[in-house]
């Protein structure tokens, strides 16, 4: 079955980084696109980055383009999240995610807060 097992996340002073890891298995991890979502407090999960299958296409939402990067490990089957210069309203759980057979999969979840 696919599972994720995410880890890096903390609490960071704002303008820290941070890097988030997600070991994937349960499926043929280089044969998928990959994102990063997150969830603050009280509000929706919305879409953080996403990678191709190749690692050749990148795609960032706006609120973190120029400073989170996104990055994949095809024969780790690992997931990363580079995260710099960090904000207060970065704050939330952050998860991975794979489109599977017609399914979405999650991980648990990584709680990143950055707090002065």
């Known amino acids: 079955q696919v599972q994720f097992v995410e880890s890096g996340g903390g609490l960071v002073q704002p303008g820290g980084s941070l890097r988030l890891s997600c070991a994937a298995s349960?499926?043929?991890?280089?044969?998928?696109?990959m994102s990063w979502y997150r969830q603050a407090p009280g509000k929706e999960r919305e879409l953080v980055a996403v990678?191709?299958?190749?690692?050749?296409?990148?795609t960032y939402a706006d609120s973190v383009k120029g400073r989170f990067i996104i990055s994949r490990d095809n024969e780790k089957n690992a997931l990363y999240l580079q995260m710099n210069s960090l904000k207060i309203e970065d704050t939330g759980v952050y998860y991975c995610?794979?489109?599977?057979?017609?399914?979405?999969?999650w991980g648990q979840g990584t709680q990143v807060t950055v707090s002065a």
């Open positions: 349960g499926f043929l991890f280089r044969a998928y696109d």
């Open positions: 995610k794979v489109h599977h057979r017609g399914s979405d999969y």
């Open positions: 990678i191709d299958s190749t690692a050749r296409r990148t």
